[in-house]
């Protein structure tokens, strides 16, 4: 009986000793497995932050085409376009005027999703020249490859947008006693006809209606009539109705 006991005993002794280095490696094992898992979490996360910040630097910001069209009617440019009041002239609701003084073709190019895309327009009138550089100084060509790249985004973005590109208007330089110098600046009727004829150009190239209101606008010497302006540069409310008339040709 004794050696019954004692066998047993010892049987108990090596199965609780067997069970402790059992679940001693168990325990290790689970750690093992947890190290393992923590460490493959974190090699996943660097994974995508390098991703992310790879891509972050590389991959190019791409402008959406605009799958909605408003019944907005889109006025383009700088202050000729600001000063032009819709309310009076076409007493339409839908009609928006997206001018904002001083502007160059580059100012709206950088500011075009608000200027423009974010009304998903159905028809736009656009009018810009007047302030870039070429206007006065016909070494520089930036501005028509901005004038350009205005005239394709709105094509690529807006396919199904009317886009009506305005000449730029002419100056008056005279002696008159309404001219006035300061305002019209250094602008130059001459170089302001070839700025034209190179947007015409564009227009016949990207498939949009160019509208010539210089023509329109000047008078014998190519100069902006004196009855269609304020001061040389901006435009008279009788300008204004001349202009009118014109554009709602194409509405």
Not at 47 to 63: A, C, L
Not at 171 to 184: A, E, F, G, H, T
Not at 230 to 240: A, D, R, V
């Amino acid at each position: 009986m004794e050696y019954h006991t004692k066998k047993k005993s010892n049987t108990e002794r090596i199965l609780k000793l067997f069970s402790h280095k059992l679940s001693a490696i168990e325990k290790r094992q689970s750690y093992l497995f947890l190290l393992i898992f923590v460490l493959l979490l974190c090699q996943i996360g660097q994974i995508f932050y390098i991703r992310f910040v790879v891509d972050q630097k590389v991959t190019p910001v791409t402008e959406e085409k605009i799958v909605y069209r408003s019944n907005k009617v889109l006025f383009l440019g700088d202050s000729i376009t600001e000063f032009y009041d819709l309310d009076k002239y076409f007493e339409n609701d839908d009609y928006v005027n997206s001018g904002v003084s001083g502007n160059t073709a580059e100012d709206i190019l950088n500011d075009i999703k608000k200027r423009v895309y974010d009304y998903s327009p159905k028809q736009i009138f656009l009018l810009v020249g007047t302030n870039d550089d070429m206007a006065t100084d016909l070494e520089e060509d930036e501005a028509i490859q901005s004038i350009e790249n205005i005239i394709s985004r709105i094509k690529e973005n807006l396919p199904d947008t009317e886009l009506y590109v305005e000449s730029i208007y002419p100056i008056n330089d005279s002696d008159d006693d309404k001219i006035k110098p300061w305002v019209v600046g250094d602008r130059k009727n001459e170089n302001i006809r070839e700025m034209n004829e190179q947007i015409k150009q564009i227009c016949e190239d990207y498939e949009v209606t160019y509208i010539d209101l210089y023509s329109i606008l000047s008078d014998e010497d190519g100069n902006l009539k004196l009855e269609y302006t304020e001061e040389g540069l901006h435009i008279s409310e009788e300008g204004y109705q001349v202009i009118t008339d014109e554009l709602k040709k194409y509405l």
